[in-house]
T-cell receptor
Framework: EPEVTQTPSHQVTQMGQEVILRCVPISNHLYFYWYRQILGQKVEFLVS????????KSEIFDDQFSVERPDGSNFTLKIRSTKLEDSAMYFCASTLTDTVWGLYFGPGTRLTVT | DAKTTQPTSMDCAEGRAANLPCNHSTISGNEYVYWYRQIHSQGPQYIIH???NNETNEMASLIITEDRKSSTLILPHATLRDTAVYYC???????????FGEGTQLTVNP
């Protein structure tokens, strides 16, 4: 079965540093998403991306965050200057059509900001 | 999106049916019921969705009451690998975001 992959599985960074989290969505999918989950809390929507543009973003997704699809396969989330509160699991997801059912989530990247 | 209410936790014996309830009394006519699950710290996994008819797939069945104010996810023969947090989400079919709640921690016991 096709799957979404994410790298790295665990990233440790110092406060103020830039990080890039990488995702390879399922190859024929057109809609891409980032969600995050702070330890012990709910899964939260960050941003959706379609046709090389952000479709929707949450209030969490401020100017410190950016997303990019630099080539035909990767989808990245960049955090420009990390804060302690950015420590979380970050999940990438993709889907073929603009529906909220049938999202395929990746295994996540655990980001630890020290 | 309409709000959902789920029990915090449930237990089920391996091999038995797991019935997970969800209340969504404020659901509107064009909103679907979606179920996802999250096995410990992994990415959420889509299970099933429905509008008003009962639905079944290879993973589970979804029973929606006639007034659509509640639903039940049924795992017919639960296994240890079904231990996870199960999320009932209500919303329109299109659009970008899923709004996850606290979900139900289902523990399948041997």
């Amino acid at each position: 079965e096709p799957e979404v992959t994410q790298t790295p599985s665990h990233q440790v960074t110092q406060m103020g540093q830039e990080v890039i989290l990488r995702c390879v969505p399922i190859s024929n999918h057109l809609y891409f998403y980032w969600y995050r989950q702070i330890l012990g809390q709910k899964v939260e929507f960050l941003v959706s991306f379609y046709n090389n543009e952000i479709s929707e973003k949450s209030e969490i997704f401020d100017d410190q965050f950016s997303v990019e699809r630099p080539d035909g396969s990767n989808f990245t989330l960049k955090i420009r200057s990390t804060k302690l509160e950015d420590s979380a699991m970050y999940f990438c997801a993709s889907t073929l059509t603009d529906t909220v059912w049938g999202l395929y989530f990746g295994p996540g990247t655990r980001l630890t900001v020290t | 999106d309409a709000k959902t209410t789920q029990p915090t936790s449930m237990d089920c014996a391996e091999g038995r049916a797991a019935n997970l309830p969800c209340n969504h009394s404020t659901i509107s006519g064009n909103e679907y019921v979606y179920w996802y699950r999250q096995i410990h710290s992994q990415g959420p996994q889509y299970i099933i969705h429905g509008l008003k008819n009962n639905e079944t797939n290879e993973m589970a069945s979804l029973i929606i009451t006639e007034d659509r104010k509640s639903s039940t996810l049924i795992l017919p023969h639960a296994t240890l690998r079904d231990t996870a947090v199960y999320y009932c989400i209500v919303g329109e079919t299109s659009g970008s975001r899923l709004t996850f709640g606290e979900g139900t921690q289902l523990t399948v016991n041997p």
